[in-house]
């Protein structure tokens, strides 16, 4: 007489078929049990540190942009008086803002063309070619990105000096091109590394001469990392104060502007200058975003 534990009542039975193992049954138990906000967190750890770490790094442009609708009563846009969209409207209202802000932008342009051809050169050299010297020359490229500015400020400025070259443009110009060169080495050599040789010799093989090579199988797959050096010299040189100021004479760039305005009192169209270029860097980052995705769709389709 076989005896079986009789079954509460609003439960059905449980089949045979249906048993569940002892790890299937306790996986089961830890489901029903409700989760608390604590284990919402560990599972989200990731995505909550990204966002704040987002949130920390857009704090102080967000700061810029709400002060560039301030109409403070004295010289200083330090503290909030009440809403007002003049600065907006008139963004050159302060005398040799805006020709400071087009010297920077020349330089800018200018040092980030230099810096991405010469940079491209030298990272295809330094990854294509074995030469003599060729760790030294990897080694010394890294130089400019762990050394303190105000050295190599120091330094370009004694040898202007000894040079008996008159600072001014050209001697900002050099400088930028010196500093950036090394970000933009980086940033190609790191894409030219991961290439695939075998792309190049599959061209070859089909009749294409090393320019079409070059200009239709080289120089695509290298173009998102010449694209992020040239940004990434673009905004270095237009933000750079420290090797600008010991290199620039009477020449007064955007840096050194918003420094010299800050002891004499901020005027507002500075915040506008800065919301604009945050705007501006924001929208290029986005639309490189959509277009990638769009190459994806079509490689894919």
């Known amino acids: 007489m ?32 409700p989760g608390g906000p604590l284990r919402a967190v560990r599972r989200n ?4 540190a990204g966002i704040c770490t987002l949130a920390y790094m857009i704090l102080p442009n967000a700061v810029v942009m709400i002060f560039s609708f301030n109409k403070p009563n004295g010289r200083f846009n330090y503290e909030w008086q009440r809403f007002s969209t ?14 400071s802000l087009s010297l920077s932008l020349q330089i800018a342009g200018w040092a980030t063309l230099g810096a991405t051809v010469l940079g491209t050169m030298i990272a295809f050299a330094l990854v294509r070619y074995r030469f003599r010297a060729r760790g030294a020359v990897n080694s010394l490229i890294f130089l400019p990105m762990a050394m303190p500015e105000v050295v190599m400020a120091a330094s370009l400025m004694t040898l202007f000096l000894n040079m008996g070259v008159q600072f001014g443009f050209w001697t900002i110009l050099i400088a930028h091109i010196m ?3 090394s970000f933009v080495v980086t940033a190609v050599k790191a894409r030219v590394m991961s ?7 599959a061209a070859q093989d089909l009749y294409a001469g090393p320019v079409q090579t070059f200009l239709r199988v080289t ?23 420290i090797i600008t100021n010991f290199n620039a004479g009477s020449t007064v760039t955007f840096p050194m502007y918003v420094w ?18 945050f705007v501006v860097a924001v929208l290029v980052v986005l639309a490189a975003m959509l277009l990638g ?9």
Not at 5 to 25: D, F, I, L, N, Q
Not at 45 to 48: D, E, T
């Open 293 to 301: 995705r769009r190459r994806k769709r079509q490689q894919g389709g």
């Open 179 to 181: 500093f950036c060169l």
């Open 86 to 99: 003049d600065a907006w409207t008139d963004p050159c209202g302060v005398a040799d803002m805006c020709g």
């Open 45 to 48: 750890l990731v995505v909550i």
């Open 219 to 241: 120089l695509p797959i290298a173009a998102p990392g010449i694209a992020a050096g040239a940004l990434l010299a673009f905004a270095l040189s237009f933000d750079d104060f």
């Open 2 to 33: 076989s005896t079986r534990t009789p079954t509460p009542r609003g439960v059905a039975p449980e089949s045979p078929h249906t048993r569940r193992t002892p790890r299937e049954a306790a996986s089961a138990s830890r489901a029903r049990k």
């Open 260 to 277: 010299g305005s800050a002891q004499r009192g901020t005027p507002v169209q500075i915040n506008v200058i800065g919301t604009a270029m």
């Open 195 to 201: 290439m695939d040789p075998r792309l190049e010799q």
